[in-house]
């Protein structure tokens, strides 16, 4: 008989907030509704329990059976949110984990979309990131499930979009008249530093609120100045840069865009449910990025906004 | 007169947690008290302020202005501890943001340290990782600062050793008396599977106690199963593999180590001084990683331990 | 009609080696022959071709066209091998771009395995990275494909298992006899450090040679001390640590492994086979890597080796 | 006496092209001649020598102990150029691996530069990838020194501009003259996109051949379509737009311009010094980042250019 050394009493008794697995990559097949091909994500998943001050180690196999169980019982039976699926690995590690009060898990994958580009309508296709975290305690107090996504894409800046006019304003003043001047200027997107940016929601889901990742990718998305491609054709690049001049934002108003979205978006859903967004825009002009962020409830966001 | 379009109002009127720059590098010049030569660090900066509802953007320039012009006073009176630093910088970035109620420094930097190897005392390094974080609100009342290491070490897995001395020894049984067997083991260390792992410690500080960056240092690399050395002779080889599966160490004792060597060390710092230990260990028989984790209260882990 | 600026001539008259698009990501589909469930791989493209003086750009937008139209062809017959995939896209740049004369496609997949722990016969997983380039010159003349894995694993160290049993040694002769010494070494693997390290083989691959995707996995794996896996349970724990001990391996010896154990697997191949080994081990005593690498054709190996 | 276990011949007598540790961290102090202060490093050192078929291993501490020697001996005499220092470091490590025929060294540092901001002169910095790589066999017929600058700068899209201005002359031609057409193009910059890019040189150095960094730098930098700041007041943020926008320029330009300015810089230079040029820019308005590149001699550049 093979001892047991984690199950012996530590030298010193301090209970552990989490114990766990970092970095387990899985392919998850998951159900898109009737009509759609199912999507395959390779994913990557962190799992803990807590542990008590008198077990000296957790039985960490037991964390890869919950995860291969769960995800093999899906075969019989496909998983249609990621919620789901991270809800009953938690339940999963609870059961297997006897002496654990608390059990958690997150993932992330990246999500392959095909869309088409705004003139030519070319295949082209997106890489989004989306996430799930689900934490539960045995006694169902502390119960928490949180989904969000991580989209791409360009920010103009409206500050260098106003200098710009501002400065040549006042030059062409020798040669125009003010109504030319505007003329000019509702023709011509005029320069400004734009870039690559990655803006980020992360929405609490409970029992009575499932928010669709499709929305909150859609909610993200429409918050930058404009969307990426990978292929663009000509007429196609025109229309990103000249719509992406029209709608300069700064990562501040990224962040404002996602929270009034998602209070439209989600009239349903109960005032406590807590959102977070951020945005990251890795600016064109400096060699460091930019950072706004916002956490707060939905009905903190319908005070502030509605 | 150029256009100012970050104090504007903004379309939505949505409130920012925190807005800011963040992978700022600067040279740090940190002065280690007498007789000891001053310390270079290369040091990355993370710069927030919150955002009220009213006002479109924040100046970002003026979070390098503040950290420049923290780091110049530096030349003419050298810091004595990163705290002091990022504290002073916070200050400066509420003196020159008006509209923010609430600013916050993040400051990481790696810190390469000369020591001895344990038997042939050749000359070698160590690079730990230290950090500090410093937040405050314009009102005082929303104060918090925290230091930390990150040290790599080694860990050999208590579990495995067992498992090999359990099965060795069933098959001595054979040949050998059980005294014999005792003293066999007493003079080999068996096999176990060992790796590198991170252990780090972050703990607040106060005006009252200012833990030096040494002795966490100390406490970090005294809780793994035996320190890393970038050279080392075949002698201290052996030292370092005898010493390492004397001391084999889970993720969980590493933690449950750095808790009460901080307990101890820490005799006279208040009650209510938050702690946070990690240990990841980077598995030699999986391809994934292992953490042990705990947040407490100095006051909760004298209650566990003394 | 838009300008297209690419088509112009440039300012400075060179020539340029390599022009193209990197990190490029596509969900590729490969069938594995009868019988066996087809793989998909999230695989990221880098896509070159070379251009001459006298124009002024790439059209982009094309090499995406081409890495698309191959792998929608696939739908129609899926693909046996990753180097007909990559050489059809090769062909297909060169077929869009008719001003270059040479094209370029590198592909890298993470390929996720299941096989069973070494005792207890747990399902368990491996993540094994495979990847192809291939080059061709418009005339043919300079046409060259490589495939390749990196396989992670454990190696044990040579040198500290002989320098433990060497002072264990010196110590046991004062209660053991020789013969009895022998026997306790017989019976217990020793410590010694050991770690997670990546053996990695790029092969050419010809129109007459084909090595498989799976016999180079096995190379690579078998050329370590022990292989890696997800979950273990005692039982396997055992196994892993007792043969990684029995098998202790030098960096230097891994590459030398995997020399001759490719030398003897593909016996039919030409001489003038171009093969790469590199094994690094991220060392648990040190925090420094090593690396052993070795590059050669066949016909030297054979030299060597037989 | 402890078993020295490298120095046996190998089971595989299979010679090994390079064996060497990576990623070793060391302080690095170089002096930047009168009047200057000295520059303090960060450096990332990997060192290699090859190993012949008879011996099972190299002596890696060897490696440590070349770079220490070397990095302390300058504590006496400092270095001038990190060419000297790498090339002192190869001569050191084919001393002390006497089996060695070959010895390699490549050394990376992050370089910390002082600027002024265009328009309001503020101080403000720009971190600078600078690295070496010498190689050098015993008999000194193949013996190899590189020194290399990556330099981050902003590129506006030559495409992008041509066709917003096209666009937008259509419809001005409604309400505009030709004349006042070409009047406004002169004072508004219009939009194109534009993004963070690497501007990348690496140029052999022979005894003969010693170009400074302070030229490469300034040659990479010059070569994108402006300069980046961290500190930016808003006339100066005017300035890098405006100008940014007056030098639109693709990826295969930024390596072009870098190849002109070269060979009109170094004009002194043998003609068989080997040259590469690289630019690499992470795309606004893709998720993929595009590249161009260009190996040639300093010789084939002039027939191209001059």
Redesign the interface.
């Known amino acids: 008989m ?5 199950t012996l009493r ?18 998850v097949k998951v159900d898109r509704g009737e009509g759609k091909r199912p999507v ?1 994500l ?1 994913s990557v998943f962190d799992v ?1 329990v807590d ?1 008590s ?1 008198d077990r ?3 039985n ?2 037991r964390n ?2 919950a995860i ?1 169980e769960v995800l093999e019982s899906l075969t019989a039976k496909p998983i249609r949110k990621i919620e789901e699926l991270n809800l009953k690995i938690v339940d999963e590690l609870l059961e297997r984990h006897d002496y654990a009060t608390k059990a958690e898990v997150q993932m992330g994958s ?1 999500l ?1 979309l095909i869309k088409k580009t705004p003139a030519t309508k ?6 989004v990131k989306i996430f799930c975290k689900a934490v539960r305690s045995r006694n169902n107090q502390d119960k928490k499930i949180f989904v969000g996504v991580e989209v ?1 894409g ?1 920010t ?1 800046c ?3 979009k ?3 006019k ?3 304003a006042e ?2 003043r020798d ?2 008249t003010e109504e ?1 001047i505007d ?2 200027f509702d ?10 940016g990655w803006a980020k929601i992360k929405i609490q889901v409970t029992e009575d609120f499932t928010p669709s990742i499709d929305d909150l990718i859609e909610i993200a998305r429409n918050a930058m100045s404009y969307q ?8 196609d ?2 229309v ?3 719509e ?2 029209k709608n300069p934002r ?4 990224v ?3 996602m ?2 979205a998602s209070v439209l978006k989600f009239r349903d859903a109960p005032d406590d449910i807590i959102v977070y967004f951020r945005h ?1 825009s ?15 409830t939905l009905g903190e ?1 319908r005070n ?2 509605l």
């Open positions: 093979l001892p047991d050394v984690q530590p030298d010193i008794p301090v209970g552990l907030s989490r114990v766990g697995a970092t970095g387990i990559k899985k392919l395959i390779i803990f542990l001050p000296k180690g957790v960490l196999s890869f059976e291969d990246e392959i070319q295949r082209t296709q997106e890489v791409a360009m103009a409206p500050c260098a106003e200098l710009i501002s400065r040549a030059k062409l040669s125009f030319q003329k000019i023709t011509i997107p005029v320069a400004a530093h734009n870039q690559k990426l491609y990978e292929i663009l054709k000509r007429e690049e025109l990103v840069i000249e992406a001049h700064f990562v501040e108003d962040v404002r865009e929270a009034k990251l890795d600016e064109s002009i400096h060699q460091h990025s930019v950072i706004a962020e916002r956490t707060a966001l502030e906004i």
